[in-house]
């Protein structure tokens, strides 16, 4: 007889994810059991392996159900109409306001895809290579002339902006939409001034 699905599946396989990526963010992959985890999500080590079963199984889907959520939005953005500038703003201001209230799944990320198998590693980083691409075309776009046969200078600039992206969860996580709204402001600027000086 195949096993019905919980009316609320999804909402205990997402309260799962959640205080997973903590467990995970906090002690690391490899000090991280599945009876902690199991204690952590308030449920019992066999109801966890009913969910899941082992812990890079649920490893994966935090970081896939993450990164391909973030992907969505940073490369969903309508950017229509918009000028260069405001194209860089845009997707600055998304992924900011993207990473609230994910700063767990946001430090898993970092250790988490070398401890997967190579196939997942691969889809996972396939996620972060769209973004980054998003970011590099918007900002090429700002001024051609500076990065026209220089990949090297393009993807070094890129990956600045996502390093001051990325670690404002770590000086200021609980900023809410208005601060994170302010900082892609700053970022923007500090970015369209600094690759205009290039």
Not at 82 to 110: C, F, K, M
Not at 141 to 166: D, Q, R, W
Request: aromatic share 8%; glycine share 8%; net charge negative.
């Amino acid at each position: 007889m195949v096993r019905t699905i919980a009316k609320d599946h999804d909402e205990k396989r997402t309260q799962i994810l959640k205080s997973a990526a903590k467990v995970f963010a906090d002690q690391g992959f490899d000090r991280a059991s599945m009876s902690l985890l199991a204690r952590e999500c308030g449920i019992s080590k066999a109801n966890i392996y009913h969910y899941y079963d082992s812990k890079d199984a649920l490893l994966f889907d935090i970081l896939d159900t993450y990164l391909k959520d973030l992907r969505e939005t940073i490369c969903g953005i309508d950017l229509e109409g918009l000028s260069p500038d405001e194209r860089l703003h845009a997707i600055i201001t998304a992924t900011l306001q993207a990473y609230q209230g994910a700063d767990n799944e946001h430090r898993v990320q970092t250790t988490g895809i070398p401890a997967l198998p190579s196939e997942q590693q691969d889809t996972l980083r396939g996620y972060q290579r769209d973004m980054v691409r998003q970011m590099s075309e918007a900002i090429g776009a700002i001024a051609p002339e500076v990065f026209e046969g220089e990949k090297g200078k393009l993807y070094a600039t890129t990956m600045s902006v996502f390093g001051m992206l990325n670690w404002f969860y770590m000086w200021n996580s609980r900023a809410g939409a208005d601060a994170r709204e302010d900082y892609a402001r700053l970022v923007t600027d500090l970015t369209l001034n600094g690759v205009r000086g290039l």
